[in-house]
């Protein structure tokens, strides 16, 4: 699944926060908020494929807030105030300008959200070997 690549792709990247410790210049923290903010995009948009090839409807969606719910109706996402936070988040990051805003950003994402989208990482893994073995008990 190319939505699960790029996921993963973006989740790899996002171990780098953990290089850096405060206090940040201006150019390392917009590249750490950066880093999550495509690590978000990318991880409710494979919980939208995932979901659609699952067959919920209200994948068809275009909102994140819906497909995080979705996510936690399905089981796919076990804290859903926590996703729903790691939103608020990514739609706080035009507001990243403001060193508050940015710095709060990144520490969500060493303190909790890192950790939210490991646990979604397993999750899906779990999720696709299920498909994986249906689709091959349908051969």
């Not at 709060?104 to 073995?133: D, N, P, T």
């Amino acid at each position: 699944m190319k939505k699960y690549e790029n996921f993963c792709t973006a989740f790899e990247n996002l171990k780098d926060i953990y290089q850096y410790s405060e206090p940040y210049d201006n150019v390392i923290l917009t590249g750490l908020v950066g880093l999550y903010e495509i690590c978000f995009e990318q991880s409710w948009k494979m919980m939208k494929e995932v979901l659609s090839a699952h067959g919920y409807k209200e994948s068809a969606t275009g909102s994140p807030k819906m497909i995080l719910k979705t996510a936690y109706k399905a089981g796919m996402i076990k804290n859903e105030a926590l996703w729903l936070a790691a939103l608020d988040a990514r739609n706080n990051v035009s507001h990243a300008y403001n060193r508050a805003i940015a710095l709060e950003i990144v520490r969500g994402s060493k303190g909790e959200f890192y950790e939210m989208f490991c646990q979604l990482k397993e999750e899906i893994e779990g999720w696709l070997e299920i498909h994986g073995a249906k689709a091959q008990e349908k051969k």
